[in-house]
């Protein structure tokens, strides 16, 4: 019995599930308009922000089992209690919707998806066909026409060493088209053998591109033909008795064995494939991917993984779609489990590629045991950032201990400038935490007002107030993230007043703040450390902390070193005349060579431009409106 006017006690599974009523409550209301097509939904909370995105075959039979809150594991039904609001994107197919929720899993991070945390790019191999000397390099980012491409590879690393390695093969130059349109002497890479100097006309056009041809088949895994004609070239030589070019052409043979050999691992008959091995610890998971194209190996990069009770087969699943979200799948990709729905990401994956993808897990020969390979580097990589983590952790603690911190720090920020007497001015900002240096959050600044010689905390005063306005505005209450619980910036006690009243001013005076002052003849260890309504202090030479602090200091330095040394070297070979729509690096040249320098460009008359050898009356026209607009 129950007195009257109470509620009896709701039975366990009632209880469990009272919390997720009003998210119920809105997927309840949503599945009256939801249709039985193919697509994709998300689930909102309270500001709109996503918390969980999923495809499925039939949007309203796959919704539906969000009401029965019971029968959903922990992480779901948490998501279930947030949820405010549901939006949906039908589509053609199942596929298709597989597609676009990669997509959009990697474009919003919802907090109750398995998330492939990573924001570097993919490095790829150029080749800029649209010249009369094409140029080999390494590119990232967007492609263009009139180029082909290579790749992805793994690395910078790994990329380098193939560009060497079609350098010394191949000598295909790497130079910019304006380098190469100023020389008048071969560089040093022709005289180590590593170009072949179409600058000055050492190579012929006909035999340079002949090069190129051996190139495109080399990268395409032709290298067996290659190398027997380079074995042919090499002996009529020899029997012509010029042993000069036999010995050149020795060199390159060496070099082609040297790129075949260097894999670690071989799998005969492979051209265009990638390995894909998870390995989980803990809650924790890290995916290893190998790329090999053409049957060579591009190098490993591993990824690891948000948290979760998944299995490897539902990680698995959800990894592919992300990973080729922006990628180019290969024909084949050979894997450590069996994922969930292997036929449906097949099929996403061959629509986008444009033929047909082939999820393949091998049970034996060179593909299992490329497999196996890849699943100790997981293995061993997971337990290295394990291992790291805990001693990132146990450098926390200590950071949080000594600045009275209220908590471990789960972000810290480090600030520091560069400039040379004021010209060239950059601030910089580098982030970090329990993981190591957040290199995705790392911010460069360049200085837009005018900065005066020595004038630091006008530097810093802009930095501040460019990185803390903007996220005032839109994250005013700090739920992201992107906070720092710690800010370090390089200084002693001018530069720690001079940003407790810019943070004043702009509403976070409650960040803390500690500035690192070098100490007597800027030793490393002796560093003084300010901080508001505490006197100075050093640590013991041998603390782990101090060297922790040194790290975080001498990274944020680096950056800006770097950073600085960018921007002076792009000003340097930056001209006014690359501004000018239509003046390309050739025409660039005849004028630079005809008026001596972009300023007598710009001063000379109409009539001085449309005299000067190779410009013509309406070019000249178009460079003398740049300069003088509305001249007439």
């Known amino acids: 019995?129950?007195?009257?006017?109470?509620?009896?006690?709701?039975?366990?599974?009632?209880?469990?599930?009272?919390?997720?009523?009003?998210?119920?409550?809105?997927?309840?209301?949503?599945?009256?308009?939801?249709?039985?097509?193919?697509?994709?939904?998300?689930?909102?909370?309270?500001?709109?922000?996503?918390?969980?995105?999923?495809?499925?075959?039939?949007?309203?039979?796959?919704?539906?089992?969000?009401?029965?809150?019971?029968?959903?594991?922990?992480?779901?039904?948490?998501?279930?209690?947030?949820?405010?609001?549901?939006?949906?994107?039908?589509?053609?197919?199942?596929?298709?919707?597989?597609?676009?929720?990669?997509?959009?899993?990697?474009?919003?991070?919802?907090?109750?998806?398995?998330?492939?945390?990573?924001?570097?790019?993919?490095?790829?191999?150029?080749l800029t066909e649209d010249h009369p000397y094409p140029q080999i390099t390494k590119h990232r980012g967007e492609r263009r026409k009139g180029a082909s491409y290579w790749g992805p590879f793994a690395s910078a690393w790994a990329v380098n060493q193939t560009l060497t390695a079609l350098q010394r093969v191949f000598l295909l130059r790497s130079c910019r088209d304006t380098v190469f349109d100023s020389r008048d002497r071969p560089c040093l890479l022709f005289q180590i053998r590593r170009c072949s100097a179409p600058?000055?006309?050492?190579?012929?056009?006909?035999?340079?591109?002949?090069?190129?041809?051996?190139?495109?088949?080399?990268?395409?895994?032709?290298?067996?033909?290659?190398?027997?004609?380079?074995?042919?070239?090499?002996?009529?030589?020899?029997?012509?008795?010029?042993?000069?070019?036999?010995?050149?052409?020795?060199?390159?043979?060496?070099?082609?064995?040297?790129?075949?050999?260097?894999?670690?691992?071989?799998?005969?008959?492979?051209?265009?494939?990638?390995?894909?091995?998870?390995?989980?610890?803990?809650?924790?998971?890290?995916?290893?991917?190998f790329f090999f194209r053409g049957g060579r190996?591009?190098?490993?990069?591993?990824?690891?993984?948000?948290?979760?009770?998944?299995?490897?087969?539902?990680?698995?699943?959800?990894?592919?779609?992300?990973?080729?979200?922006?990628?180019?799948?290969?024909?084949?990709?050979?894997?450590?489990?069996?994922?969930?729905?292997?036929?449906?990401?097949?099929?996403?994956?061959?629509?986008?590629?444009?033929?047909?993808?082939?999820?393949?897990?091998?049970?034996?020969?060179?593909?299992?045991?490329?497999?196996?390979?890849?699943?100790?580097?997981?293995?061993?990589?997971?337990e290295r950032r394990m291992a790291e983590g805990t001693a990132q952790q146990t450098l926390l603690q200590g950071v949080a201990t000594l600045f009275d911190l209220p908590a471990m720090p789960e972000r810290i920020e480090v600030y520091d400038n560069s400039h040379i007497q004021g010209a060239h001015a950059y601030g910089v900002m580098v982030a970090a935490g329990p993981s190591g240096f957040l290199k995705q959050a790392y911010r460069k600044f360049s200085i837009r007002g005018p900065v005066k010689p020595g004038d630091d905390f006008g530097m810093m005063r802009e930095v501040f107030e460019r990185r803390f306005g903007r996220a005032l505005k839109e994250d005013p209450e700090r739920e992201s993230g992107t906070w720092p619980d710690l800010v370090l910036i390089d200084g002693g006690l001018g530069q720690l007043n001079a940003a407790r009243e810019i943070m004043a001013e702009l509403g976070a005076h409650d960040i803390p703040l500690v500035a690192v002052a070098k100490g007597p003849d800027r030793d490393a260890g002796r560093e003084w450390f300010h901080r508001a309504g505490h006197d100075p202090f050093q640590l013991p030479p041998r603390d782990p902390v101090l060297y922790y602090l040194q790290r975080l200091r001498d990274e944020a330095h680096r950056f800006a070193i770097t950073t600085h040394r960018a921007g002076r070297s792009k000003a340097l070979t930056t001209s006014e005349l690359d501004e000018i729509p239509g003046v390309g690096s050739a025409l660039k040249r005849k004028l630079l060579n005809h008026f001596g320098s972009a300023r007598g460009v710009r001063n000379a008359a109409l009539e001085d431009l449309e005299n000067a050898p190779g410009i013509g009356p309406a070019v000249a026209r178009k460079i003398h409106e740049h300069f003088h607009p509305g001249a007439g």
């Open 1 to 126: 019995m129950t007195e009257a006017g109470t509620t009896p006690d709701p039975a366990p599974e009632e209880a469990e599930a009272a919390p997720a009523m009003q998210g119920v409550r809105v997927i309840e209301a949503a599945l009256a308009t939801l249709p039985l097509s193919p697509g994709v939904y998300r689930m909102l909370d309270a500001k709109g922000d996503a918390l969980y995105v999923g495809k499925a075959r039939a949007l309203k039979k796959r919704v539906v089992a969000y009401t029965q809150v019971g029968r959903l594991p922990e992480r779901l039904r948490r998501m279930v209690h947030e949820t405010r609001s549901l939006e949906v994107i039908t589509t053609a197919s199942e596929a298709e919707a597989l597609l676009l929720e990669a997509n959009l899993i990697k474009k919003l991070r919802p907090r109750y998806n398995i998330v492939l945390r990573d924001d570097k790019s993919y490095p790829w191999l150029v």
């Open 199 to 289: 600058c000055v006309d050492r190579i012929s056009k006909e035999d340079y591109a002949e090069l190129v041809r051996d190139a495109k088949q080399f990268l395409s895994g032709e290298t067996p033909s290659i190398q027997r004609t380079l074995a042919r070239e090499m002996e009529e030589a020899a029997e012509r008795l010029e042993f000069e070019r036999a010995a050149a052409i020795r060199d390159r043979i060496r070099g082609l064995t040297h790129v075949q050999g260097r894999d670690r691992i071989n799998m005969e008959g492979i051209g265009d494939a990638d390995v894909v091995a998870l390995h989980q610890l803990a809650g924790q998971t890290c995916v290893q991917v």
């Open 297 to 382: 190996n591009n190098g490993n990069r591993p990824y690891f993984l948000s948290k979760g009770e998944q299995g490897p087969e539902e990680v698995i699943g959800a990894f592919l779609g992300q990973l080729y979200d922006d990628l180019p799948p290969p024909p084949l990709v050979l894997l450590s489990h069996e994922p969930a729905e292997r036929a449906l990401i097949a099929e996403a994956l061959s629509i986008k590629a444009g033929r047909k993808v082939e999820l393949h897990r091998p049970q034996r020969g060179d593909k299992r045991s490329a497999v196996e390979h890849a699943e100790t580097n997981a293995r061993e990589a997971l």
